[in-house]
């Protein structure tokens, strides 16, 4: 096998490309190899060697404890539980959130050999068992291990005085009704709000 082969395997492994995409991409590379290709190489290197999870909240960053976990204008009486760090960072881009993170590293599986003991559930309870932690908002994805997730942390919180929360599921904001699956749409009419009380 080729070098070049070798990198075009590598790529091929990156979620979203394929064979003929990696192929692609390794010529693109090629192509720029003093602009793109060393650059590339080296920023991989030195992330690959700095670049740690959070011991607190399993964020990466090049810092321990990471930049969430030190800034001191969070509330670190809130919690949010991810699955992913893709998640964590998805709910920082809305600027919405101003609270601390837990990511469990996944979701209970059966299937794929997930138990409770593989994710970071343990140490979500010991942070909760600390006494600062008010709330926790579980912002599982919408499947069945999510939910199931979802349901297990509950029931492990259940008695420690936390409040625990779970993101709203439903209609998107733009959404149209006729284009929505039935599971969304059962979601939201049992999560629907009171918009008005009749009087008494």
């Known amino acids: ?37 060393q650059p590339l190489a080296a920023a991989m290197a030195e992330t690959a060697q700095r670049v740690r999870a959070c011991s607190i909240c399993g964020n990466l960053d090049t810092a321990e404890p990471c930049s969430l976990c030190r800034d001191a204008t969070r509330d670190a009486g809130l919690i949010c539980v991810v699955e992913d760090i893709a998640d964590l960072w998805a709910i920082e881009r809305t ?14 599986s059966a299937l794929e050999g997930l138990g409770p003991e593989e994710l970071h559930i343990d140490a979500l309870l ?20 999510g939910q199931t997730t979802a349901h297990y942390i509950t029931d492990r919180l259940a008695g420690t005085g936390v409040q625990v929360s ?15 699956d039935e599971g969304t749409l059962s979601a939201a009419l049992a999560a629907r709000q009171v918009l008005k009380r009749p009087a008494t």
């Open 95 to 108: 600027g919405a959130y101003a609270g601390r993170y837990h990511v469990l590293g996944g979701a209970l």
């Open 1 to 37: 096998m080729t070098d070049l082969d070798h990198l075009i395997q590598l790529l091929a492994k990156l979620p979203g490309l394929g064979p003929r995409s990696a192929r692609r991409a390794a010529l693109f590379l090629l192509k720029r190899r003093e602009s793109l290709m």
């Open 166 to 180: 779970r993101l709203a599921h439903g209609v998107p904001v733009g959404g149209e009704l006729d284009y929505l």
């Open 126 to 145: 010991r942070r909760c068992g600390e006494g600062s932690v008010r709330e926790v908002i579980l912002a599982m994805n919408a499947t069945v291990e």
